[in-house]
Structures are given as C-alpha cells and as structure tokens.
C-alpha cells in the first residue's frame, strides 16, 4: 500500500466512524500537486451530494495563516506596520498598566495574555466587541506565557482594516451553495442550523461573515496553491509574489521565544504531539481550524498537506479530529 493509499483509508474509516462526512486533501511539493482526493458526502445524510475537490469548506482558524497573518506581513513588506507597536497606539480602550507593553508581534504569537473567547456572548459588529476585548482582564502579563487567542487575531483584523488592507471574502454565490455544510453550535444564536456557505464561527458571524480569526473559505486546491508559494519561499526560493519573500516568510515561522510556547508569528510550529503527527521534520509549521481544517508545511521535505474536513456538521470531538490528522500525517511521512 502506497503513502496516499493509506491517509485515503485513515480518511475513510474517519468518515465510516461518523468524525466527519467530508473530506478533500492535497499533498504536494514546491514543483506541484502529488496527490488529492476528495470522499465522502457533504453531510451524513443518505442522499448528501458527493465531495469533489473543488469543494468549498469552512477554513475556520485558517483565516489566522492565509488571511490575517498574510495582510499583516504585507502592511510590514510596504514599510506601513511595524511588528513593536504598542496594540494601545491602535485601541483608545485597550489601556492599563498590566496591558501597555502588548505589542502587534504579541497579538501574532498569543502573547498578550488575552483569554481564548469572551465570557459572556458577542454583540454585533466592531465597536462591541473591540470595548469588550480591550476592558476584558489579561490572564497574564503580556510574553509570559501563550494562550491560544481569537481575541487576538479579532483586533489583528481591525488593525488590517485600519491600515488599509482589509480582509475580503471573493467566496461567489454559486461556490457558496456548493459548500460543505456545517452545524451552529448550542450556544450559538443560530444554534442548530445548518450553514451552508455560511461562516460557522458565531463571532465571525457577528461581524459580518468575515474576522480576522475565523470566515474564509476555500478549496483544497485552492489551499494548496498558496501552500506551494509559502513553501518555495521558505525553501529559500526568490520570485514569489509579495509578502512572500524569503527572509519575511523564515520571520513569520521562526518559534516564539515566549516560554513554552510552539506558535510563530501567526503560524504554528512542529511539535511531536501536535497535529502534524510525529515525523515532520523540525522546521515545519502549520495551522488548524475548528470545522475540521489543517494545513502543514516541511521545507526539510519539500512537502505540503492540506486537509479539509466538516467536522464541525454533527461529527467527532476535537480530540478525534486530532487523532485523525496525526495518523493522516504520519502515513504521508
């Protein structure tokens, strides 16, 4: 049995034990595409379409990578952002003598000792949710530790809009009806609706469809496009499209010297238990999303794996799901 062969049957018997009803997946190197597959059916539903590969999903926490993390080191790359500046020169409420020193390079590494989510539900649109996280108490003081944030990756986006590089969503109508579906949560206003083409993710909902942690869709080829230019340039290739320069790109993934942390710059980085499975080479980075989502780079190995799941449309736990993209990743390794 081939590599391929044997991430296909851990997809499959993912999708025969109810984890997710889709999938779409693509390996490749920095010469191109070395493998997709698409399985499944958009729900678990008897008469569900077929997945294809050019299926639509929730990229969820992918839009921290290839949406957020993008603009902000394209607003760096024009000389229009710094990565020292103080979060405070941007929100007139995010003050305090516990928050001063929070910088935009620690919003980037979970760094600036905002919680996870809010406590109590979102409102609706900018200016309720930029007062609640600005007055929200830190867990800690800024760089002492890293808490995985989309509080943080929020106000990234609203610093993108500030600066003149909005986040966009060219998602057509047509894609969104073609989308893989997912299931709002309980304690979502929409709770147990299924969304089709419609973000999952009720703060991102909240603001409009699109945050700067959570909104965009997209499909495995159209994932893996960008991997491929993310992973020439961190192979040291020159000629990519901007932001995507070598030394920017080494910038962005280079490991977080806040204590204990694994996170970049918005990225993730190789860790034998993480996600990525145990035998991706030290330099590999990579992100996750809630639906069901991951992508992985290995410069070491010329490799990319981009894999699309709805979890997130009454399938398996988190815990699954990992254990899902660790086997899947250690049979392409």
């Known amino acids: ?13 993912a999708i025969d034990a109810h984890v997710f009803p889709a999938a779409a997946a693509e390996v490749g190197s920095s010469d191109g595409v070395m493998w997709q597959a698409s399985l499944g059916a958009l729900t678990f539903d008897d008469a569900a379409p077929p997945t294809e590969i050019a299926t639509p999903f929730d990229l969820a926490s992918l839009t921290k990578v ?66 609640d996280i600005c007055a929200m108490p830190l867990e800690c003081p800024p760089r002492s530790r890293s808490i995985y944030s989309d509080l943080g990756f929020i106000l990234l986006g609203f610093i993108l809009s500030d600066r003149g590089a909005p986040l966009v969503c060219a998602m057509t ?29 009720s703060y991102a909902a909240a603001l409009g469809g699109l945050a700067g942690h959570a909104g965009m869709f997209g499909s495995a080829p159209e994932v893996g496009r ?3 230019t993310i992973l020439r340039a961190a192979r ?25 942390s694994s996170r970049a710059l918005g990225w993730d980085t190789m860790l034998p238990t993480s996600s990525c499975g145990t035998r991706m080479s030290a330099s590999a ?23 699309l799941t709805n979890r997130a449309c009454g399938g398996g736990t988190i815990d699954q799901m990992r254990d899902v993209r660790r086997a899947f990743h250690d049979a392409l390794s």
């Open 236 to 260: 040291g290739e020159t000629g990519m499209p901007p932001p995507f320069g070598p030394a920017l790109v080494h910038q962005f993934t280079t490991k977080s010297t806040v204590p204990g």
């Open 285 to 307: 980075f990579g992100h996750v999303g809630f639906t069901g989502t991951s992508l992985w780079i290995d410069p070491a190995r010329d490799r990319y794996f981009v894999l």
């Open 226 to 228: 960008i991997a491929r």
């Open 66 to 131: 290839l949406g957020t993390t993008t603009g902000i080191m394209r607003l760096i790359d024009a000389g229009a952002l710094d990565l020292g500046e103080p979060v405070s020169s941007f929100f007139e409420e995010w003050r305090g003598s516990d928050r001063e020193a929070a910088t935009v390079r620690d919003l980037l590494e979970h760094a600036s000792g905002l919680s996870a989510r809010l406590v109590d539900p979102p409102g609706r649109g900018r200016r309720e949710f930029e007062h």
């Open 173 to 201: 109508p047509e894609a969104r009806r073609r989308a893989a579906p997912t299931r709002a949560m309980d304690e979502d206003v929409r709770r147990g609706q299924l969304l089709v083409g419609e973000v999952h993710d």
């Open 1 to 13: 049995m081939s590599a391929f062969d044997a991430a296909a049957r851990v997809l499959r018997d």
